[in-house]
């Protein structure tokens, strides 16, 4: 029996978490759950955006599933995802861009990831400052050779270990000479140590027209925390929108699987969400805890249900509830 973390989230988060779990409990794959909380519902309730109770358990059970969480804007608090990164390391974020059926999307047979650094780059808080007058405010930009190293190594075992053929550097080293320029150089001394995978350079605006103009020449993608944000959320867009984006976050010891769209307020317990995006998300960490069978048989059990197009969310060009999708998930992996 494996125990997972499970943080249903703000929003729509409970809504489709509660659907991935049904999911879950219907692969019947020897799992246990600790329910926390984060984000507003936890700070409603205990005061605190990232209980002490949350990450402990994550720190225990080394595994957690997230729905999406909603940090106040403007309200002094950074950001809850980026703090869950950093407490626990969590330095690769891989995000699939992978086609399914009856989708609104321009493209077909994609199948590519972005493997994104996920703790240094623009991102990082230390460093921001704002004149007294209010009219410069400056950022630093960090980047290390140990934080380029270790996500350059973990995309090209990545990419050996799935069977991918082709590593794709993406960086801006023309301009951010310095920032970016440690990154490409350290990533190319890592890919020497991979002769059997292909790699190819490009800088990070040919990087976004490429992935627009022909989007099949890319299998995986690695490259540094702010350009990693900007191009899976374009690589989801490939394949139907952020209902269908899943992310990993995956450190040493720790790794937080989740829906990366966001809490969606608007449509919050009207029980019309799309729970895709988890359910997904679900299967990389089925994956990730040597699973691969319930895994396939999620993902089975979705690619059906979107070819039938009998229980799909509004979305997904259907009316059916989130409950109804559910059930036509829970049906197939049950009859599968």
Not at 179 to 191: I, P
């Amino acid at each position: 029996m494996t125990t997972i973390t499970i943080i249903r989230g703000d929003g729509i988060g409970p809504e489709i978490s509660e659907a991935t779990l049904r999911a879950l409990e219907a692969l019947d794959c020897g799992l246990a759950y600790e329910f926390v909380e984060a984000g507003l519902t936890a700070f409603e309730a205990e005061g605190a955006l990232l209980p002490v109770r949350t990450l402990d358990s994550i720190g225990r059970t080394r595994i957690a599933l997230k729905g999406p969480l909603t940090t106040p804007v403007g309200e002094g608090f950074s950001s809850i995802n980026v703090e869950l990164r950093r407490r626990f390391d969590l330095y690769a974020n891989v995000r699939p861009a992978l086609s399914f059926p009856n989708t609104r999307s321009r493209y077909q047979d994609i199948d590519l990831l972005t493997v994104r650094e996920n703790t240094e780059g623009a991102y990082r808080s230390e460093g921001q400052s704002l004149s007294a007058d209010g009219e410069t405010a400056l950022s630093m930009i960090q980047v290390t050779r140990r934080g380029s190293e270790r996500i350059a190594r973990y995309a090209f075992d990545l990419a050996r270990r799935t069977g991918r053929n082709r590593v794709t550097i993406v960086h801006k080293a023309n301009i951010l000479e310095t920032t970016s320029g440690l990154f490409l150089k350290t990533a190319r001394a890592v890919a020497a140590d991979y002769p059997g995978i292909a790699v190819n350079e490009m800088i990070v605006d040919n990087a976004c027209m490429q992935l627009v103009m022909n989007p099949h020449q890319f299998d995986v993608i690695v490259t540094t925390n702010l350009f990693g944000d900007i191009l899976s959320d374009l690589c989801a867009g490939l394949v139907g929108g952020l209902g269908l984006a899943p992310g990993a976050n995956i450190g040493t010891d720790a790794a937080i699987f989740e829906a990366v769209h966001g809490s969606a307020p608007d449509i919050a317990g009207k029980g019309i969400a799309n729970p895709t995006a988890l359910m997904l998300a679900a299967a990389m960490m089925l994956d990730h805890i040597a699973r691969p069978e319930a895994a396939a048989r999620l993902r089975a059990a979705l690619r059906t249900t979107l070819e039938a197009r009998d229980r799909l969310t509004g979305d997904l060009g259907g009316s059916a509830s989130t409950t109804a999708f559910a059930d036509a998930v829970v049906e197939r992996i049950k009859g599968g």
